[in-house]
């Protein structure tokens, strides 16, 4: 069984940082999408950012551009999401996805992904 286990999540204040794992297991790691997204009880879950294992682009929401940074330890079965310079409005749950099918171009469709792990709190305060 596919497996995603997140990390890294914290209160912490506004202009701090964070930096978020997902460790994947029973997963074939090479050339998948993997993405981070959030969630706040209530609203829809909103992509952050996407990378593709063993290389090619990243893809980031506007919200998050130049502040987050996704980065992949192909030989650890490991990504990442360096948060810094956070805001209150980056307070939310956050999820690690992960692929089924190979796709050609990653993106931050919700509907791209079929693993889910059961999210990390952050926290931030003004």
């Known amino acids: 069984d596919v497996q995603l286990v997140e990390s890294g999540g914290a209160s912490v204040q506004a202009g701090g940082s964070l930096r978020l794992s997902c460790a994947a297991s029973g997963y074939i790691f090479n050339s998948h999408c993997m993405a981070w997204f959030r969630q706040l009880p209530g609203k829809e879950r909103e992509g952050v950012a996407a990378?593709?294992?063993?290389?090619?682009?990243?893809f980031y929401s506007d919200s998050v551009k130049g502040r987050f940074t996704a980065s992949r330890d192909d030989a650890l079965n490991t990504v990442y999401l360096e948060m810094t310079s956070l805001k209150p409005e980056d307070t939310a749950m956050y999820y690690c996805a992960a692929d089924r099918s190979r796709p050609a171009s990653c993106s931050l469709r919700l509907d791209l992904y079929d693993y889910w792990g059961q999210g990390t709190q952050v926290t931030v305060s003004s």
């Open positions: 990378i593709r294992t063993g290389g090619g682009p990243t």
